[in-house]
């Protein structure tokens, strides 16, 4: 079946300093998700890429889409310590009629103030 | 925006007892639910995929006749966790989307998530 691997697992910075976090699938995606989770709280959409290549940018977030649809990443710049939560990718097989998302294993990031 | 309403937001429960976690589509017809489970500090795996008035599909290992399914409305599914044990204790969160397979913002909306605890 389809998986997604995150890395890295967690993440401290220092607040100002940047952050990233991969996501690798075992096939081909017809998108990928990616979502913001703080402690205790439920996952919240953050955005979708579905072209291939595709970069978009909220803010200090950029996220990228590779051009196999195979990977993705999220970049935050200047990390601020609102951004603190676990960040996961989600991928969306491009088969079955159910299109259920497969979730990374997030990244677990800490911003030091 | 898509909104799911997820109760209880946690229970705590016997050890034996059944307990039922319901999700409403507030402002969709959500023709499609699914049921994820998350442990601490893990990701959302997903249990259950259910349309609206047909059986659940159940993912590999998961136990049907333990966690009930019911999706018999475009914006009602219910979760029953019958016989709930310690180890059935985990945040449970449900997840909609439409007919067209996209919700604004494109996005598969989640519920708030159920904290079960099982004592």
């Known amino acids: 079946g389809q998986q997604v691997m995150q890395i890295p697992q967690y993440q401290h910075v220092q607040e100002g300093e940047d952050f990233t976090t991969y996501c690798n699938s075992s096939t081909t995606l017809s998108n990928i998700q990616w979502y913001k989770q703080r402690p205790g709280g439920h996952p919240v959409f953050l955005i979708q890429?579905?072209?291939?290549?595709e970069v978009k940018k909220q803010k200090r977030l950029t996220f990228q889409f590779g051009e196999a649809k195979k990977n993705s990443s999220l970049h935050i710049t200047a990390t601020q310590t609102t951004d603190v939560g676990t960040y996961f990718c989600?991928?969306?097989?491009?088969?079955?009629?159910?299109?259920?998302?497969?979730f990374g294993s997030g990244t677990q990031l800490t911003v030091l103030p | 925006g898509a909104v799911v309403s997820q109760h209880p937001s946690w229970v705590i429960c016997k050890s034996g007892t059944s307990v039922k976690i319901e999700c409403r589509s507030l402002d969709f017809q959500a023709t499609t639910m699914f049921w994820y489970r998350q442990f601490p500090k893990q990701s959302l795996m997903l249990m259950a995929t259910s349309n609206e008035g047909s059986k659940a599909t159940y993912e590999q290992g998961v136990e049907k006749d333990k966690f009930l399914i019911n999706h018999a409305s475009l914006t009602l599914s219910t979760l029953t966790v019958t016989s709930a044990h310690p180890e059935d204790s985990s945040f449970y969160i449900c997840s909609a989307r439409d007919s067209e397979g996209s919700i604004y913002p494109y996005g598969y909306t989640f519920g708030s998530g159920t904290r079960l605890t099982v004592v």
């Open positions: 989600a991928g969306l097989g491009t088969s079955g009629s159910a299109r259920q998302l497969t």
């Open positions: 890429l579905v072209k291939s290549g």
